[in-house]
């Protein structure tokens, strides 16, 4: 199977669910089951109607973001947060916005980073989630890497999923202070 994702990284955007290392699912954002340490793992449960969502700016050609107590930081900053999610009784989704121009280069990088319910990979400052997370806040200053936290609702009819506005609560700048704020437990403000 992941040679078929691979060739389908071949396109200038990929937006789809990790399912682990070894392939791609449906594009789905699916609740997630916080394991011990720094071990996030994806499950393939219904999401509730309130989810708490952390969008990972980041790259492989970004210097700061290969330190290893950054990539750390990252696999251990999704377990947290979807521990304060599930405590207030919320869905918790992560998602990989990869720079990189090559899609394998950024499947690769982003591997290293641990799973994610979603990512989206490729065409650098013009990657359709860079344009939905950081381009489209004015208040936003760009950079990477970047740890964004929003919540949104979502509420189904029988034939409609009905999105709220993002709501960002917080935006950590800048590796060593993702890693700072990991290491005093990712607080994340109103979860």
């Known amino acids: 199977m992941r040679s078929t994702a691979l060739r389908l990284c071949s396109s200038a955007t990929l937006i789809a669910s990790v399912v682990g ?10 609740r997630a089951q916080a394991m011990p340490d720094t071990t996030y793992v994806v499950s393939d449960r219904e999401p509730g109607p309130l989810e708490l969502v952390a969008v990972v700016v980041s790259s492989r050609w970004c210097a700061p973001c290969n330190r290893p107590e950054y990539k750390t930081a990252i696999r251990k900053m999704k377990v947290l947060v979807a521990r304060q999610a599930a405590a207030k009784s919320e869905s918790f989704a992560a998602i990989g916005l990869g720079l990189d121009w090559n899609t394998d280069t950024a499947w690769r990088y982003f591997a290293s980073l641990g799973q994610f319910d979603e990512l989206v990979l490729g065409r650098n400052w013009r990657n359709t989630g860079v344009i939905t997370y950081v381009w489209r806040d004015s208040a936003t200053t760009p950079g990477i890497p970047q740890v964004i936290i929003l919540r949104r609702h979502v509420t189904e009819s029988q034939t409609r999923l009905a999105v709220s506005p993002d709501s960002v609560l917080t935006r950590i700048a800048g590796a060593k202070q993702i890693v700072d704020w990991v290491a005093r ?3 994340v403000p109103g979860a």
């Open 21 to 30: 290392a070894s392939g791609l699912a449906g594009p789905r954002v699916l």
């Open 185 to 187: 437990g990712a607080p």
